[in-house]
Every structure is written in C-alpha cells, then in structure tokens.
C-alpha cells in the first residue's frame, strides 16, 4: 500500500546533530492517505533488535519517545508533503544505527533504512 524512503543518514561526530527525512509514496494501484495514519520511527543499532525511537500521531499533535532520546530528539511532519522528520540532537555513540520510518498498515510496512554513525 505505502512505500517509505528514508533519508539524512550520515557519520557525525559525538554531540553533533543530523536531521533524518522520510518520504511515503502510495504503491501502484494503491492510495495511502498519509494523513490519516500516525508515523513513527524505529531503529537498529548493530547486532541488537529493531527498537521504537519516537511516533506522531496523524495530525501531529502528539508525539512519544524512547526514554533513551527523551529531550534530545523531535519528530515531526508534513502532510502536504507525505514527509515525517526525525531531528537528532546531542548524539551519542548508542543511536548508531539503521533508522527506519514506519507506517502502521500491513502490520507495518518500513522503508529500507538510513544508516547513522556517530563517531566518538
């Protein structure tokens, strides 16, 4: 139904900021009404499982957190554009990882990822 491609991935020093974009685009033969559902964004960091990092509900006005970026990243998005954004600050060597942004249908459908490495 959706097709998510994610964006902004890059290697950064310690304490350094990236800003990570993620556009939906409707599969063929289908309509993914962008504004109707809540995004997240999911990580993987290096051998480890897939985790939360952060969601918005389907007008923004809520948001939710991973205790672990509490306070140093904000999602956000743009319906006009069928974008969500994911705006990192004050990185730590932990949030190395794969970045994913996810839409809630099919059970959950990812894009295929944007790599950030935080150099310490």
């Known amino acids: 139904q959706v097709q998510l491609v994610e964006s902004g991935g890059d290697l950064v020093e310690f304490g350094g900021s990236l800003r990570l974009a993620c556009t939906a685009f409707?599969?063929?033969?289908?309509?993914?009404?962008?504004?109707?559902?809540?995004m997240s964004w999911y990580r993987q960091p290096p051998g480890k499982e897939r985790e939360f990092v952060a969601a918005i509900t389907a007008a923004g006005g809520t948001t939710n957190y991973a205790d672990s970026v509490q306070g140093r990243f904000t999602i956000s998005r743009d319906n006009g554009k069928k974008m969500v954004y994911l705006q990192m600050n004050n990185l730590k060597a932990d949030d190395t990882a794969m970045y994913y942004c996810?839409?809630?249908?099919?059970?959950?459908?990812y894009g295929q990822g944007t790599k950030v490495i935080v150099s310490s």
């Open positions: 409707s599969c063929p033969g289908s309509i993914f009404t962008f504004d109707k559902y809540g």
């Open positions: 996810m839409a809630p249908t099919g059970g959950g459908a």
